[in-house]
């Protein structure tokens, strides 16, 4: 069977994803690593209006430095309510990353997403809180929230 081909014939946005899954971690039969491919099936499912594939498609992005596109996708898959979306914009508003060609970083907004994703249940927004009011304290901001 042709991976690509089945189920994406009828442009099924799950079967989409599935394979740029395979593609990103080498789980396909037959498949090797192909992060280039990954990218592409992971958009082509996240245009599709697939949230988990929004989600992979930023972390694609993300990985290869495109954070402000990365973001666009993460926010995207967050108004959705996924958790993952949702943590990982706290995760680039902490670490801070280039946006329209300057340093952007905002804690407090970290917070903000960091909070909500552990709200939702989201295990990683527990250390990553820990380390973010570490961090806030450090430069002397609040961590509280409003």
């Not at 680039?92 to 952007?104: A, D, E, I, P, Q």
Request: aromatic share 10%; glycine share 10%; with cysteine.
């Amino acid at each position: 069977m042709d991976l690509e081909k089945a189920g994406l014939d009828d442009g099924d946005p799950k079967a989409m994803c599935e394979l740029g899954a395979r593609y990103s971690t080498q789980v396909g039969i037959g498949l090797d690593r192909d992060d280039d491919k990954a990218t592409f099936w992971y958009r082509k499912a996240a245009e599709s209006g697939f949230v988990p594939a929004q989600h992979n498609y930023g972390v694609m992005l993300d990985r290869n430095g495109d954070h402000a596109g990365a973001l666009v996708w993460f926010e995207k898959a967050a108004e959705a309510g996924m958790p993952d979306a949702i943590h990982a914009l706290g995760q680039l508003w902490h670490s801070g990353f280039h946006k329209n060609g300057r340093w952007v970083r905002d804690m407090p907004k970290a917070l903000t997403y960091y909070e909500k994703a552990d709200a939702l249940g989201y295990l990683p927004a527990k250390r990553s809180l820990a380390q973010l009011q570490k961090d806030m304290a450090r430069v002397g901001l609040s961590s509280s929230s409003p």
